[in-house]
């Protein structure tokens, strides 16, 4: 190892050998440094580095290492997903820290950015997911030998608690889908009974191709999930988990939903044939999340009903088999949840009646067994007072 002043230059540059990689001779070269202390502090960074197995770079600030994270989890990550990452990065992380060198980050610098946007009113899910996506970049700064140690790793605060879902009732449901048959029968109208009566996701059900229906087998198969990036550029790609991708069972209802969409499409097909997406704009292109949601708000306006989301009606449509006495596995199952702790999470306050009969069987079991069970108290008690 050694430090060489650049002649006419006025910097210094450090080399030193590294460990050899495939039986070759390593050479790290770099220039540069204003100063010779610089250049030494820089090849002393490096020694440690290969010594510990961690090389904390210097040059890279936060800004250019969030950029270099966010480019390679582009191609593996969901566009929604991607777009939030991203606009965290760019509206807070950067202008908060990119000025930062990446080894100089550290735990005070972001508790006290925390504290100032919660002492600005900024929203508790907003400052989460922030400093989360903070946290999960520079995991992988660990996981690949450029830091020691993630100085968010203790600073995200506490995940705040999911406002609890509105559900409608099946009277209400039900209320619902006959305002929708009275004044529209259009193909919203079938969109929306096919939602409440899956449960299917609102990505979902805008990807559904009638490849993917099979009306003679009262089936369909979730193959496909659509996310609209700022309500604008749509994407369509996997579901959202591996036990999403499968098969549907379809009720009466939902089958004459189907039928319905499926006689309109076929007279407006030149061939009389059924392809491309089930519920789609009349030139077949995607429906947008967002009119379907501002229509499913305008209707459920008219028809005088509680005020939910597109993800309600699965809310909906889950807590409808719960009040039926389905069994949570079963709901589960139906759900197409990845696990069965997912829906008692999600649904475990609804299931307190079930817990009553639960609790009440326990005791009749008890009681029961207890009946059957003769003791002769007196002789007991002669025995122990002996």
């Known amino acids: 190892m050694r430090l060489l002043e650049e002649a006419g230059h006025g910097s210094w540059t450090y080399c030193v050998d590294l460990a050899p990689e495939d039986g070759k ?80 980050l550290r ?23 922030v400093v989360a996506t903070l946290r999960n970049a520079l995991n992988h700064a660990v996981r690949s030998w450029r830091l020691r140690y993630n100085p968010a790793k203790h600073s995200v605060p506490p995940k705040p608690r999911a406002a609890e879902r509105t559900c409608w009732t099946p009277d209400e449901a039900a209320a619902f889908l006959r305002h929708n048959a009275a004044h529209y029968a259009d193909r ?8 409440l009566g899956t449960g299917m996701r609102r990505g979902e059900i805008l990807a559904l191709h009638w490849s993917d229906v099979h009306l003679m087998d009262r089936k369909l198969y979730v193959r496909w999930t659509l996310a609209a990036v700022n309500n604008s550029e749509i994407h369509f790609g996997e579901p959202k ?51 379907v949601l501002d229509q499913l708000r305008k209707r459920t306006t008219e028809a005088g009903l509680p005020k939910i989301g597109l993800h309600d009606l699965r809310h909906t449509a889950a807590s409808i088999m719960i009040a039926e006495d389905i069994p949570v596995a079963v709901v589960s199952k139906t759900m197409r949840h990845s696990t069965l702790a997912i829906t008692v999470n999600l649904y475990g306050h609804l299931l307190k009646d079930s817990a009553d009969e639960a609790v009440k069987a326990l005791s009749t079991a008890l009681d ?5 069970q003769v003791v002769d108290v007196p002789t007991r008690a002669l025995r122990f007072a002996a």
């Open 241 to 291: 988990t591996e036990a999403s991708r499968a098969w549907i069972s379809l009720s009466p209802r939902v089958m004459a939903a189907l039928h319905r969409q499926a006689a309109l499409q076929m007279a407006a097909h030149p061939n009389g044939r059924l392809e491309g997406l089930v519920f789609a704009k009349p030139d077949g292109s995607p429906l947008r999340p967002q009119w």
């Open 368 to 372: 029961r067994a207890d009946a059957n």
């Open 25 to 104: 001779r390593k050479t790290r070269r770099r220039g540069g440094f204003a100063t010779r202390a610089q250049a030494a502090r820089e090849m002393k960074a490096v020694l440690d580095g290969e010594l510990r197995g961690v090389y904390e770079d210097r040059r890279v600030t936060v800004a250019s290492f969030l950029r270099q994270w966010l480019a390679a989890k582009k191609e593996e990550l969901a566009p929604n997903t991607y777009a939030g990452y991203a606009d965290c990065v760019e509206r807070d992380l950067i202008p908060a820290f990119g000025h930062y060198r990446l080894p100089d």
């Open 188 to 195: 919203l109208t079938d969109l929306f009974e096919v939602m």
């Open 107 to 129: 735990p005070k610098q972001i508790d006290t950015w925390v504290s100032a946007q919660q002492k600005a009113g900024r929203g508790r899910v907003t400052i989460y997911r």
